[in-house]
């Protein structure tokens, strides 16, 4: 086996006896079905680690992760992230150190007090107010490559889109839709830092199931991209995972806001654009679908 072999679950131990000698198998541990998808296959190590092992594409985000959480770890934060232990040097694994946590049921938000939704709102909006805010040194920031669709390139892209939904069918009336695109897109001035980018539910842990001190995983996805993105990805499965009716959603979104600080006036209409931009994409996709098997 050499180094461009493609890691697959059937080969990934025999990969790590090749290239983590340091390794104990014995120590391992598949963390569910997580191990055998997405970027990495993922093990529990020992009781306080996790390894992961990075898909081949995969290693520079690795990297990617481990440098941005090492230096994460020597600064005072309001959220805690998992520790790089251990890290191969051309990104073939890493082992972190494992939050004592766990993830919510996003049907948990349904069901919270006034005082559990104020805990959870300003744990995370307090934890990105920092992210997004902090000034990451050169070296951190050299692992963090800008996204490829700042919102001039979302734009361009989802006109295209609602341009090919109301080419292909009646079904859908777009009209709506393009209006608001119109009215949105004066608003959105491009910022750059560093951002999660995916800030779903189950990467957020609630260290010993307490509100007050959070957790936030799976860093592999960072870029450089303008701030409300990560409030775009985590109002997007509010409203994607709650009840329809959205009075859930905007309670969560709106009390992450309220302990959210930015000085752009321009944060709610950048929410609505992320939201907009996955409304037509999902159609987009739809429409695509049935004229390829038409």
């Known amino acids: ?46 009781d306080d680690a996790i390894l992961k092992i990075a898909r081949n594409a995969y290693r520079s985000r690795l990297l990617k992760e481990a440098k941005l959480t090492e230096y994460l770890h020597t ?6 992230v998992a520790k790089p232990i251990m890290v191969h040097d051309q990104g073939f694994y890493a082992v972190f150190s494992r939050i004592k946590g766990s993830s919510l049921p996003i049907e948990a938000l349904e069901k919270f007090t006034t005082r559990k939704l104020e805990s959870f709102g300003k744990s995370l909006g307090t934890s990105l107010t920092f992210l997004h805010n902090h ?17 001039a390139v979302a734009i361009r892209n989802t006109s295209q889109q609602l341009a090919f939904i109301a080419e292909n069918t009646a079904e859908v009336d777009t009209n709506r839709w393009r209006e608001k695109l119109e009215n949105l897109q004066e608003t959105l001035d491009q910022r750059w830092t560093v951002v999660h980018t995916d800030l779903q539910i189950n990467h957020l842990f609630f260290v010993q199931a307490d509100l007050e001190q959070l957790a936030i995983i799976d860093w592999a996805d960072a870029l450089l991209h303008d701030p409300a993105i990560d409030l775009s990805e985590f109002a997007i499965e ?21 302990y959210y600080q930015t000085d752009d006036t321009a944060i709610i209409e950048k929410i609505e654009f992320g939201l907009l931009v996955f409304q037509i994409g999902r159609a987009y996709r739809w429409v695509k679908n049935s004229v390829d098997q038409s």
């Open 1 to 46: 086996m050499n180094q461009t072999t493609e890691i697959k679950a059937e080969n990934v131990c025999d990969f790590l006896k090749k290239f983590a000698t340091d390794i104990s198998f014995e120590d391992l541990k598949p963390v569910s079905d997580r191990h055998r998808g997405g970027d990495n296959f993922t093990f529990y190590y020992r």
């Open 75 to 80: 600064l005072s934060m309001p959220l805690t």
């Open 135 to 151: 000034k990451f040194p050169d070296e951190v920031l050299d692992h963090i490559p800008h996204a490829d669709d700042p919102f």
């Open 238 to 258: 509010m409203y994607s995972d709650l009840p329809p009716d959205g009075i859930v959603a905007k309670k969560v979104i709106d009390v992450v806001l309220k």
